[in-house]
Structure formats: structure tokens, C-alpha cells
């Protein structure tokens, strides 16, 4: 996890800014939101970890040659960015008793968002029209998760509702003079949040399945079963598609391809790749894993079964 502990220290800054920030909000949303961020704080061990999010000015750094400070900045107003959107997504998929805290939450860390980024791009710049279109994809992406397969269909698609924390890449490289590469830098984060997703989803399955979220690995399931999308799934198909039939390994075999994809694109992004590259190795040794005991089982499995039963 190189392209982490790196810029350990840089994260520690980034996250202290936005306590600060967040402290001042008005009460009682302090605490509140204090609280909400601690959940994705990735100094803290109990946390969930969207490195991307924060990560991506400082794995630009190298090709735009911005400041540090520069890049906190950016990476600050993706912590606000993360934070509206995850609320956004938890009242769409809850019937919360606190959807009112929640949303007026949001609408501060979403200002709080603006104010960053509006000390950098005058409303001129471009980088507004980017936004825009970050924010288009994400709205689209979240009212079609039950309408659209996307991981059958345009595959990328699937990163499009994560869409808005590219501006901190996009911003990166318009502020170093790199609009030209705006759209590979973009291709290359959607491939890295493939990946991502796949993995988030090879997770959350279980939980997808019962709350009836849009999950890629269902998807997977269902095309090899040549059926539409989760029609005839239940926990027991899945669990016979992954243990006994291998779906795992072939699903394993799509994010291999989007990081081999990554690791021909120029520029090369080292600290995006190899993030990519950690979660597909993930997926790879879990798939593995699963493989060995299938073998085990296909040579009678006594040992395999003593291995897993008898502790």
C-alpha cells in the first residue's frame, strides 16, 4: 500500500482541516457532522477507506507538479464532495427517521465543498463546466441502477455514480495546465472504480440481494446463466454460482483486464494503477481461494473438509 502510506502525513492534515471546518457548522450539526466524517477517516481503524477520493490530487502530483498545499486543498474539497454525495445516497436507499438531519447535513458539507473550490477556479474557469457534468453523470447513473445493466452494457458506466470526485483530478490538472489530458486521467479513474465497485460488490452481495441494489457481481451470475439481471437468484443460486461453478474466478478476470487496461495508458499514473492493481490482487487470492477447496472437493475433499470442520 505504497500509493497510501506515502501520503499518510498529507491525509492526516487534509482530514484535521476538515474537523476544523466542520466544527464550525452551524449547531447542532458540529457533532453531527464531526461524527459522519470519523467514518471515513482513513487514520482511523474503524473507518471505511475511499482512498480514491482523497488520494487522487497526490497521485496527480507527479504530472501536474502542484504544491502540496495545492493538492490538500483539492483533496479537502473531495472529503466535502464524498461526504454530500454518501448522505445523498443513504437517504435515497433508507427510510431514515433522521432524512431531515441528514439532508440539511449534506447542503453544508456541499457548500463547504463550493467555498473550497471557489478559492481556486474563478467562475470562468472550466473546471465549472466539468463539475457539471460530474454531477449530470452521477444523477443519471443513481435513477437508472434499476432500469440499466450497465456491467453487461457500457461497463464504465458503473463508476459514473462515484463521477464527482473526479473533479479533484480534473481540477488538478486544469490548474497545472494539463486540460489535454483531462480525458484519459477521467477513462483511467473510471477503470480504477470499476474495479473498486466489483470488489465493494463481491462484499455486499448478500446484503445487495435482499435490499435489491444494483450489484455487478449478480449481474456476472446472471449473463453466464444467460438470464436477465438477477431473474431466478436467490442466496442459493449465488452461492452454487460462486463455490461450485467458479463465477468468482470469471469475475475475477474483468477487473484483471481494467488494470492490464490501465497498465498500457499513457500518461502513466503510478499510484492509480497500483491501487487498482491491490484491489484486483484482492479479488485474486479470495477467487483463489475458493478454487483450492473446489479442488479439494473434486478429489474427494476428506482432508479439505477436516481442514475447515475440525478446529
Not at 106 to 118: G, H, K, P, R
Not at 252 to 272: C, F, K, W
Amino acid at each position: 500500500m505504497e500509493w497510501y502510506f506515502a501520503y499518510k502525513e498529507e491525509l492526516e492534515k487534509v482530514f484535521r482541516q476538515a474537523e476544523e471546518r466542520t466544527a464550525t457548522f452551524p449547531v447542532p450539526f458540529q457533532q453531527e457532522g464531526l461524527d459522519y466524517l470519523a467514518r471515513f477517516n482513513p487514520l482511523r481503524e474503524d473507518s471505511t477507506r475511499n482512498y480514491i477520493c482523497y488520494l487522487l490530487p497526490f497521485w496527480l502530483q507527479e504530472l501536474t507538479g502542484l504544491s502540496p498545499e495545492t493538492c490538500r486543498k483539492l483533496s479537502l474539497g473531495n472529503v466535502f464532495v464524498m461526504a454530500h454525495y454518501l448522505i445523498q445516497d443513504d437517504v435515497m436507499d433508507t427510510a431514515a427517521d433522521n432524512r431531515k438531519t441528514q439532508l440539511a447535513l449534506s447542503q453544508l458539507f456541499y457548500t463547504e465543498c463550493l467555498n473550497i473550490y471557489q478559492e481556486l477556479f474563478p467562475a470562468t474557469s472550466p473546471f465549472w463546466s466539468y463539475a457539471r457534468t460530474y454531477v449530470d453523470e452521477w444523477a443519471v447513473s443513481v435513477i437508472s441502477e434499476g432500469t440499466e445493466d450497465y456491467f453487461q452494457g457500457e461497463r464504465n458506466k458503473v463508476a459514473l455514480k462515484a463521477s464527482p470526485l473526479k473533479m479533484a483530478g480534473t481540477g488538478a490538472l486544469l490548474l497545472a495546465d494539463h486540460a489535454d489530458l483531462i480525458q484519459t486521467v477521467t477513462h483511467m479513474t473510471d477503470l480504477s472504480l470499476l474495479v473498486l465497485q466489483m470488489s465493494d460488490d463481491w462484499a455486499d452481495w448478500s446484503e445487495d440481494l435482499v435490499e435489491h441494489s444494483y450489484n455487478c457481481l449478480l449481474s456476472h451470475i446472471s449473463a453466464e446463466q444467460k438470464t436477465a439481471y438477477c431473474e431466478g437468484l436467490g442466496p442459493q443460486q449465488i452461492q452454487e454460482a460462486i463455490y461450485v461453478r467458479g463465477a468468482l474466478a470469471s469475475y475475477v478476470d474483468i477487473a484483471n483486464q481494467a488494470v492490464q487496461e490501465l497498465e498500457t495508458m499513457e500518461p502513466s499514473i503510478h499510484g492509480l494503477h497500483r491501487f487498482a492493481h491491490s484491489i484486483a490482487t484482492e479479488l485474486s487470492e479470495e477467487a483463489a481461494e475458493i478454487e483450492g477447496g473446489r479442488s479439494h472437493l473434486r478429489r474427494g475433499g476428506l482432508d479439505y473438509w477436516l481442514s475447515k470442520n475440525m478446529k
